[in-house]
């Protein structure tokens, strides 16, 4: 194998992104530029990312108590917490009305739950 300044002649190596065929500038090369370096990382960051946001949501859906996941709407006399349909890590209170509150993350959720609470109580 012979060598062109830094660069080894060696065969044709395929894109990990793009598919293309290149000669690569060292032997470990996956991809043929930059560009494709970039988009393979940030689409695998926002897999990973979604990934975790759902796990991290999930699992303080299950720690916290008082909350209640439910995806239909559902009219009760108690307040509750319920996680917001469009973004995760939000939640929203359950009014006795029916109606819902404003979006917040869950320290606010919670406290305005023990308000509400606190205000009931005679």
Known sequence: ?????NRALERNSFCASCGASFTPWRSSARFCSTRCRTAAHRSSTAACNATTARRKA????????????????????????VVDERWSGMYRLRLPDGSLSD????????????????????
């Open 1 to 5: 194998m012979g060598t062109i300044g």
């Open 58 to 81: 999930r699992s303080a859906i299950k720690s916290a108590p008082g909350i209640v996941a439910t995806p239909r709407l559902s009219v009760t006399r108690n307040p509750r917490i």
């Open 103 to 122: 979006m917040v993350n869950l320290a606010r959720a919670r406290d305005a739950l023990a308000s509400l609470e606190d205000a009931r109580q005679p």
